[in-house]
């Protein structure tokens, strides 16, 4: 419950500006606007600095398609995640001058670049088969205004790769570390930089990896200090943190 | 390899200042330093942001307490975590004035505070159970140069204390939330505030939580985007992390 | 053996009325009736205040539709669970008059409604994508004869949207909680209301959360202490619970 | 937010009776009390139902006795839950007349009795080895004001035993089973009542049980359709839900 | 290796009526018979006491028809286990004669009966759902010469089903119970009996059992002490141990 | 419910020998008897050819002896299962005769001997650290009547010594195999007899074998058919087994 | 970092051959070598002894014949694991010459033949369902230049089947050895030859397997001491350690 | 069965020298000694390279003693693993001149050094907390007759320790790698050198790794194409195949 608004309410109630029962009302539904369909949580973003994304997984090209032009009518900028060759298409009738990111599987619609960082997010993956992990943090990070840049395919099985482009790496503010497999890049990384990392374990990759969890168990055991961990291939989660570290001023 | 030293060394060389063997061996060695019984890792705040700490578990007070002297003598700060008693009793012998934090377990012999930065660190807390982690984190955090702010037992079974302490919380530069049990305090807390929030399960707490898997799986679900996780009673590791977000300029 | 029952045989046999033979044939036999190709369970209302119900998945839609035609002979209230549309019109041609629930994926013909409850049956969902099972829920308690009020889409990221509604969901007799992903909502209401609360972990939800048992952990330890948990994604045996909880005199 | 309470700071301050920053304090804090060392959450019982409970495992007998003797002196009814015979004798010399119940290891000074239920929760157990969980539910059932019936040692191995005693258990409000193993005992129970059955799955019993989650998918997998469970020897959480339940009005 | 066996070649070579060398060769590869693209293990059953069977899973209907026609022509008879009706039309074309038994998914060609025992195998199970399972135990036990009495859908949500037909389910020399869910039956059975009892647990059946692990669990964990447990689903390894003991003379 | 039984009550009902209520009684608590703190299952050898056994894992020296007391005085023979040398020496002080089995933790009193069977179980191990539990197999199924033959230290490591006792294997009537580790040896003596075999996972051995899982998966997915499992270190449970199988006539 | 190398570069430089900024080039980016949309390890051969392969999984059939073709150009040698149909018919527009091994799933492009071994890799396999493994496993050894002797269907079921091919197992200079259920294979042959045993667990075979973990678990726990353990199904990744053991001077 | 020895023994026969029940005795006891309490596998190194052990842990000091002793008699070199301090010292007292390895826990008796091979095997480790595992591999390694050269403390936290080393590394014929937390070692070796290598995950380390689960899924995912594993902690098992490869000639 947030004072300064509840001491807002209130001087316009002893002004008798407005009466008893609007005051409880407005005091017990603060930051809250019901729209038939959903409940659309519209102060997302300043309340947690990332505004309401579409996951597309499970829902019909429609009910995406749906969302999307009632957001664009209210011209809420548009990052839905997940997302088909399908739901683009249902997505770009309603939304002229969407995009879609086939690798990162997301469809873009954003009118304002102008908040974009000077520093950056780079964003480190171990392999191709990482790509569309790596490409949905990139993407989802670039949507929130970040700057990117993509170090690929330098994982630990050929290691010299990495110390190739190291100082790119150092010079970011927060460091994204997307691997499979065994997750070792997480480590690696960790043990050379003075940034945060957040590493995203990946479903995807050679041989039996469980899904993932042998690169997640990896990564949260990893023994360089400064590395914390996102779910299982949810490239968009660690996008999200980075940016709220990449704003901080 | 970095760029810098490569061209100093060699400049030296085409001087003349130093033989070939010489360079072939500094090029080879960069940042090493051998000590006998162990390979200290003496740049490593250089390179990652973060000392070297000791990790009490597992070695006997004498083992302990003889690099705590050691370092002692290089005049390096000291923090040794998961300490016993019989641990500080050990290390304080040799390094008078160290410092036991009992609930933190943990040994601290600081001499420089000027560092403190004025931003600070929220650490979190659903339960009292949950102390011993909680009070790593903070205590490494502070160890670290931050300041730290306590939010303690506000977990969700009754979330108006939550509430309560919410301006405190979003005051922060970044924020570590300790739960056990469900770890749903990580979500809730991850709705309401636009800073970076760190999670750390916790594997005390009421009833059968198979060792903080249940509070671990929880937070890597989490449906508030800007959180992500470390291991399971890792005060240590989050306050790693948050402090390195906490010194970005 | 109830013994109620064994008084009434023994009297008829003790004046004579039946011979000796059939006294244990009645004795051994008793509450139960065949049907060739299934044993059914007719008082099973009676015994356990819940009727069979058909539980499609695995059966053929001829299958299903021949049991709910002797069912509709019979006039029994017909509840299929798990039904796909084409379950639906294989009934629906023996049945006129069946509904089908497409969101609850349920069957339903149901000519008596007068034994409607006044008191209800709150259902409370985190998510959209949750919905399969809410649904399930909800239509599942109508069936069995009771009020129900949808709470749907106020999980804990936008934790406001679920005060706005909280004196409904305080309002009911019983409370079930859906939710998928880190599960937290099911604690968060067993903290708020003095309702038994009855959680029901989805497998549906953003990313990996295997298959539904994050959100199982997460509700099995819930800080909340009025917390029981069903098996995941089963709306209906939770319904099944509520209804014995509300009918309850 | 209860509008009730809202309501009546609005109108003490409409008439002038209270200043504005003590209006912005009480609402901001409303139920909240705060107590040095603890949070106290006096209105829980208000709130759910059930009142705060001690759980002694992790605490120290001190702790445990300061609490109690804190609670004492504001006469309000103390459970203490898995309270060694160590617990028990640092609390009975602060709280004189509390008694120790040993098997269900749980101190209790609980002064009214006149609450008591006249409709009775069945306590039903598998064998002996699951007597310290039935004993927690059924002490904690007492304490929260129920009458309680215990049918104890009618696991399936000696299924007659269980038919024996069944009108008891048919006669109960609401149906606690304790069983480990393989918890069958549930399901047997579950389809020959139409009360609500809560299933406490226990660690303790025969052989590799894997800590009780043998029991525990046993109960969520449940052929019979009114059972809901609560975690692994969780038998205080069992009690609390039954409370709530025999408690409807 | 068989004493009786290399008595016999001594002989013959001390009686000078084979060679050395062949002599070697006997001994070395007593018991085998290679046949192409596979090793036949003819005298499996003399070994044994079960012929070689085809598990069709993972093969194409050509490669069973191939082993099928092979073991034809040697007067083998034939069980193809895991067939689907493409199998089995591929078998009938070279194995005329051959009959499919479509809910045991078992592809049967048996010239002999007369072996059939007096004694018979009960199969149990609880419920429908389970029905492929308890079909392929039943008939690979007819298969393998055994009388086989079927006893199915009495699980225990309606325990007195089970009561009703005890006696036939006590007359047999051995039972196999197949159970899905939470295998409540093993147990019970296992506790009316005085037989060996095999469990068998099944994947298939009511909502989430984590495939058949939740039912193997009970069953290993079984309260009554005669049960023994096979693999999920694996009604073919039931009937065969079944089959071992019902020849026990 | 036994219908002989049923006819004789009825029989003395009809000839007025016995009241109406002592009908119903008889009737509804046929085969149980109550004796204090438990609930004694006097018939159970009858129902299912085991008698009652006392399990001492959990139970207090002094609770066994209790037990064993009360049985010897009834003239029962007496197995304790799990016994350490304190419950031996408080068992013998009230039970003289009694015998102590250290290596099976087995205390045991057995004036019946003529019972012995002729045919015999073959109790095979793979190696010195299985032998508490292949004891317990051994001394349960001598307790229960049968001869056992004892092949120990016959691990596939070194398979040549298995098939030097071949021969005593083979002539049993039923085999119980004992295995750690990687539980090979089950599926090889199953690939070898033609008598049921029943494999006992265990869960000491070298390493990490995670309390006894990999033995346990090792023998459910057995290549070899008449393989049937218990769960891990039921040696006592493997016995009951066999006792049933060597008992068949 | 390569001494010998850096001395030559040093030479050079000492000899103004080249430029200072070259050597910091050629130093920092030592043994690495990019070619647009990868980054290509072409000394790995060299570095590990083991050239880069192409792994077709979740790679698209133009992505595989790309890369394919660009190796063909530079007259490396080729291989492709996990190929479908689909894949080989693209590569082999691009590489004439290209051969598929459809049980192997594998892509071979091999000119030079000239380095194959005298001795042999011998890959052992228990049955006809772990084929496609042992094959990737036989092809992907030929492919790196070995000899390669297989020995199949040889699993415990019928041990004298192994027996009798012993002698060609005794002769390898390593064995593979691929088992799925149980894998008790790897420790029979484990203690019976005095080579290293290099374990393949695999997926695929009769029953719940879980997906392979039973046999990995069981190879992981043998009992035979000189057997080491590769991932479930990679017959890749043991061809390639047997490789350098095979290559061993 | 050894072709080899069977002509020898059948040409005695033919010679008359041994008569036929001799014959028959030796072929079917072949490679076997039985010595009352134990079956001693005297051929195991002649057959498999490696003598029997002494596993120490679960046996009484007295067991291991008394073992010792006997192959002390018959001057067989022995190893006892897993031993604690009061198991070599009832050792030493049987076996004077046996020294105890305490950091490995080995109890080693080695007359014969001449058979040290000069190519040598690497044991690298990357933490000091992985010291018992390592040590145990190395002593081992050495009791077989292997140069060992060990290389610990060079984990991927500070990763230039390790390239300080390489040369060392790349030296050996076999590498042993032994890592706890992530195990990320062992794929970073894999990537550099072109030697077998074989991975030990460790249970011991910082935080939470799931008793050593995490760095075995790890190093069984490795990236790295020549990397093989052993069981968790096992550091005999992969001294054993490393000494199987060393001596390969």
Known sequence: MEKAEIIRILEEYARGEIPQDRVVERISAMGLEELGFATIDTD?????????VIYS????????SAIAS??????????ATRATQ??????????????????????????VESSLTESYIAVVSAGTSDMPVSEEAAVTAEFLGNRVER??????????????????????????????????????VGGLV?????????????????????????????????????????GFGAACQANLINKLT
Not at 70 to 79: A, D, G, S, V, W
């Open 194 to 234: 003075d940034k945060p990392v957040i590493g995203v374990p990946c479903s995807a990759g050679y041989g039996a990896n469980f899904g993932g969890v042998s690169a997640l168990l990896s990564m949260l055991n990893s023994c360089a200090s400064g590395v914390s961990v996102v779910n299982i291939d949810n």
């Open 86 to 111: 399908a739901v683009y298409e249902a997505v770009v009738e309603k939304v002229p001058g969407a995009i879609y990111h086939k690798m990162a599987r997301a469809v873009v619609y954003l009118p």
């Open 44 to 52: 997302r973003t300043k309340r947690t600095g990332i505004p309401e």
């Open 70 to 79: 009632k957001m664009h009518q209210r011209e809420i900028p548009i990052l």
């Open 57 to 64: 997984e499970g829902k019909t090209p429609e009910q995406v």
């Open 151 to 188: 170090i690929y395919d330098v994982g630990v099985a050929g290691i010299h790769r990495l110390f190739h482009r190291l100082e790119l790496i150092r010079g970011a503010r927060v460091v994204i570390v997307v691997a499979g497999m065994e997750g070792a890049l997480a480590s690696v």
